[in-house]
């Protein structure tokens, strides 16, 4: 009697028998399977399954520092600014 065989399980089916040290003839044979169709389904699902997938990559957030700027009694707080605005404002403070 046939089986059914997912996408998922002829995947798993084709990446168990890439780690084996077997001939796929043994493989089959061990399995049940049809070593021609193996091969058939093997070709197509690497046809169309990439080795390298994307993978989502999701963006951190910018490096920020909170600082203390504190001249004579003046004292600046600049909680969560990004170094580039702290270096834009140290060098407008020194002009």
Same mark, same amino acid.
């Not at 997912?6 to 990446?15: D, F, G, Q, R, V």
């Given at each position: 009697? %046939? @089986?059914? %065989?997912? @996408?998922? +399980?002829? !995947?798993?089916? #084709?990446?168990?028998? +890439? /780690?084996?040290?077997?001939? /796929? ?5 061990? %399995? *049940?399977?049809? =070593? &021609?169709?193996?091969?058939? %389904?093997?070709? &197509? !699902?690497?046809? #169309?399954?990439? @080795?390298? =997938?994307?993978? +989502?990559?999701?963006?951190? =957030? ?6 203390? #700027? /504190?001249? *004579?009694?003046? @004292?600046?707080? !600049?909680?969560?600014?990004?170094? /580039?605005? #702290? $270096?834009?404002?140290? &060098? $407008?403070?020194?002009?």
């Amino acid at each position: 009697m %046939r @089986k059914y %065989r997912t @996408k998922a +399980e002829w !995947l798993s089916l #084709i990446n168990e028998f +890439e /780690q084996s040290n077997q001939s /796929q003839a043994e493989f089959c044979s061990v %399995r *049940g399977l049809n =070593p &021609k169709y193996f091969s058939l %389904r093997r070709i &197509k !699902l690497k046809a #169309i399954s990439p @080795k390298d =997938p994307f993978v +989502e990559v999701r963006p951190t =957030p910018a490096d920020t520092t909170s600082v203390v #700027i /504190q001249y *004579g009694t003046v @004292k600046v707080h !600049l909680p969560t600014t990004s170094t /580039q605005v #702290i $270096a834009q404002l140290v &060098k $407008a403070l020194a002009a």
